[in-house]
């Protein structure tokens, strides 16, 4: 009922760019949180950043100072600035909102993306 697209992905060399995009769709009242989370191969998927509805912001240690996540309520979009990238930092990013489907309950709902590919080489 709720679909997150990513975008922004691919292949960068250290010490370069990527800004990622997420944009929530289908049976939307309101957005709670919103997050990137990364997985990289045979580690557990961790939380990047998030940002509640009142633009709070919260970071993992290993990306403070270089990424920056923000949030378009309007476009229920999300977005995450990333900077001075490192080879560490290679994995599959996924978007992660806390929406809460109807105007009736407090019910929520957390969904996904699909995911996409972050590869930080020479």
């Known amino acids: 009922q709720v679909q997150l697209v990513e975008s922004g992905g691919g292949l960068v060399q250290p010490g370069g760019s990527l800004r990622l995009s997420c944009a929530a769709s289908?049976?939307?009242?309101?957005?709670?949180?919103m997050g990137w989370y990364r997985q990289a191969p045979g580690k557990q998927r961790e939380l990047v950043a998030d940002?509640?509805?009142?633009?709070?912001?919260n970071y993992a240690d290993s990306v403070k100072g270089r990424f920056t996540i923000s949030r378009d309520n309007a476009k229920n979009a999300v977005y995450l600035q990333m900077n001075s990238l490192k080879p560490e930092d290679t994995a599959v990013y996924y978007c992660?909102?806390?929406?809460?489907?109807?105007?009736?309950?407090?019910?929520?709902?957390?969904?996904w993306g699909q995911g996409t590919q972050v590869t930080v080489s020479s």
């Open positions: 940002v509640t509805s009142g633009s709070s912001t």
């Open positions: 289908g049976r939307i009242f309101r957005i709670n949180a």
């Open positions: 992660n909102a806390d929406v809460r489907p109807y105007s009736y309950n407090y019910y929520t709902v957390s969904s």
